[in-house]
Nanobody
Framework: QVQLVESGGGLVQPGGSLRLSCAAS????????MGWFRQAPGKERTFVAT????????YYADSVKGRFTISRDNPKGSLYLQMNSLKFEDTAIYYC???????????????????WGQGTPVTVSS
């Protein structure tokens, strides 16, 4: 498995921006599809965005499309989530996830991931 560590969460006002980062180590990051999920208080973990190993394909949940951007830097072993125009309903713990080794495509299903970070909290509040 790969070890994942998220950072960049915090408190932001509605309409503001945050950039989440995920540092990966332990196996070949550059050949693995990656994703971001989130879990709001009292709710199930839901899909946010996913990206293929080479950044050629990226998909987003309808709720974040046009506001969030997923990206990766393979030489640095890093995954990012740029979040703009944040809304109250974006408040959640955000998790970085990796698909099994050599699985190059992304996925919107959390069952397709075998490595998870510890999460970073994002709070949107005025």
């Amino acid at each position: 498995q790969v070890q994942l560590v998220e950072s960049g969460g915090g408190l932001v006002q509605p309409g503001g921006s945050l950039r989440l980062s995920c540092a990966a180590s332990g196996r070949t990051f550059s050949s693995t599809g990656m994703g971001w999920f989130r879990q709001a208080p009292g709710k199930e973990r839901t899909f946010v965005a996913t990206i293929s190993y080479d950044s050629s394909n990226a998909y987003y949940a309808d709720s974040v499309k046009g506001r969030f951007t997923i990206s990766r830097d393979n030489p640095k072993g890093s995954l990012y989530l740029q979040m703009n125009s944040l809304k109250f309903e974006d408040t959640a713990i955000y998790y970085c996830a990796a698909r099994p080794s050599t699985t190059r495509s992304g996925s919107s299903s959390y069952q397709d991931y075998d490595s998870w970070g510890q999460g970073t909290p994002v709070t949107v509040s005025s």
